[in-house]
T-cell receptor, first 112, second 114 residues
Framework: NAGVTQTPKFQVLKTGQSMTLQCAQD?????MYWYRQDPGMGLRLIYY???????DKGEVPNGYNVSRLNKREFSLRLESAAPSQTSVYFC???????????FGPGTRLTVL | GENVEQHPSTLSVQEGDSAVIKCTYS??????FPWYKQELGKGPQLIID?????GEKKDQRIAVTLNKTAKHFSLHITETQPEDSAVYFC?????????????FGQGTTLQVKP
């Protein structure tokens, strides 16, 4: 099992560009999450999906959209990137929403 | 909503010593408290967790204690080793306004000196 995979690993964007971060899990988990990690601020939840077909906002959803494409895949889209979105983005999944979350390796995004 | 505070932000110990990291939470309805370890360049990985119906849990050199009345929980690492050096995060979930939202502390960078 690959666990949780994320693409790309690194990305540099210019202000105003758009991009989609991809996430997939092969553990047949129901719940999936997107976090951002900034120095000194821990991990903050952007969006999550408790089950296929549902999504909900987390702590910091502004400037992002998500799609739960199927049970395996959960993508995060930046429509118009801003320098404040420079961060490391982690995708995670769990069987149900109060169990262990398994994290992907992260995507390091820089917005110039 | 839930708020989790974690202290200290950095911790340096000698190999073989113990390390303690403390977290407080605000929502008394929270009922699940995991601890994650993050090594450089990797995603966080669960090392131990505790639920609100238990006061203490131990797994080899790692233990977690929970005080529901005071709304704080702590991670204890005994006989520290250089490979314990990493960033540790506490988290809480299950508060009154929660549906699956894990709230993390700010993280503690642990350095174990050989």
């Amino acid at each position: 099992n690959a666990g949780v995979t994320q693409t790309p690993k690194f990305q540099v964007l210019k202000t105003g560009q758009s991009m989609t971060l991809q996430c997939a899990q092969d553990m047949n988990h129901n719940s999936m999450y997107w976090y951002r990690q900034d120095p000194g601020m821990g991990l903050r939840l952007i969006y999550y999906s408790a089950s296929e077909g549902t999504t909900d906002k987390g702590e910091v959803p502004n400037g992002y959209n998500v799609s739960r494409l199927n049970k395996r895949e959960f993508s995060l889209r930046l429509e118009s990137a801003a320098p404040s979105q420079t961060s490391v983005y982690f995708c995670a999944s769990s069987e149900i929403d109060d169990n262990e979350q398994f994290f992907g390796p992260g995507t390091r995004l820089t917005v110039l | 909503g839930e708020n989790v505070e974690q202290h200290p932000s950095t911790l340096s110990v000698q190999e073989g010593d113990s390390a303690v990291i403390k977290c407080t939470y605000s929502d008394s309805a929270s009922n699940y408290f995991p601890w994650y370890k993050q090594e450089l360049g990797k995603g966080p990985q669960l090392i131990i967790d505790i639920r609100s119906n238990v006061g203490e849990k131990k797994d080899q050199r790692i233990a977690v204690t929970l005080n529901k009345t005071a709304k704080h929980f702590s991670l204890h690492i005994t006989e520290t080793q250089p490979e314990d050096s990493a960033v540790y995060f506490c988290a809480a979930i299950g508060g009154s306004s929660n549906t699956g939202k894990l709230i993390f502390g700010q993280g503690t960078t642990l350095q174990v000196k050989p």
